[in-house]
């Protein structure tokens, strides 16, 4: 997951955010149905699945999850502030993943924070369902979501993971869900108000030959 914010200045990763990936499985018959047969008498899996990874996220990207945002830790001023110096140019960062429009658009200091700082919430997929080309009529019998949540301090994979099997629950249909989460991590912080501050022996090793390679 390490990368450089831009194409001229190289960055060097001292955190990451946590992760908590859920698998929603949700079946509603033992085998796959016909829907000019059997449409309308079944609960569908494949629509409960949609309705229910429909309340994670509004149309805006925010989180719909309850409570999730509880345990993050504020925001200070100063580490607002940190953002603001940051070498790197949200334009140049929209128009190389070709979107037209991002979610905190022209703001460099939000998508930064976006990216970093606060959770986040992605659907990755569904396993079971039709995906080939055509138009296959089937009710499929078994349904798999993927998604997951990126979690910052203070937050922990098992209040993430809490929160998010607490979220969702099918209509009519049996549910099953798996879970995994792993923990954020940064470097040990020092007393200066921010999340975390480059402050360690290997960090600094990292940094001065950094600037030793790319003369910065």
Request: glycine share 10%.
């Amino acid at each position: 997951d390490n990368y450089w914010l831009g194409k001229q200045k190289p960055c060097i990763t001292y955190g990451l955010r946590g992760i908590c990936y859920f698998f929603i499985e949700i079946q509603c018959c033992a085998k796959d149905l016909h829907s000019g047969v059997f449409g309308g008498t079944v609960h569908e899996g494949m629509a409960d699945l949609m309705y229910m990874m429909n309340t994670l996220l509004d149309k805006d990207g925010t989180i719909l999850v309850d409570n999730l945002m509880d345990d993050v830790k504020p925001v200070t001023p100063e580490e607002t502030d940190s953002y603001k110096t940051i070498d790197f140019d949200v334009h140049d960062f929209k128009n190389d993943l070709q979107t037209a429009k991002l979610i905190n658009d022209g703001d460099k200091v939000k998508t930064l924070m976006a990216r970093w700082r606060f959770p986040s919430l992605s659907l990755h997929g569904i396993e079971g369902a039709f995906s080939d080309t055509g138009a296959k009529t089937v009710i499929p019998r078994k349904v798999i979501g993927k998604f997951s949540i990126r979690i910052v301090p203070d937050q922990t994979p098992e209040k993430g993971l809490q929160e998010g099997l607490q979220q969702v629950s099918s209509p009519g249909s049996d549910f099953g869900m798996i879970i995994l989460g792993e923990q954020y991590w940064t470097v040990t912080p020092i007393s200066s108000g921010l999340l975390s501050t480059p402050h360690s022996i290997n960090l600094s090793n990292f940094l001065a030959s950094s600037s030793f390679i790319w003369g910065e």
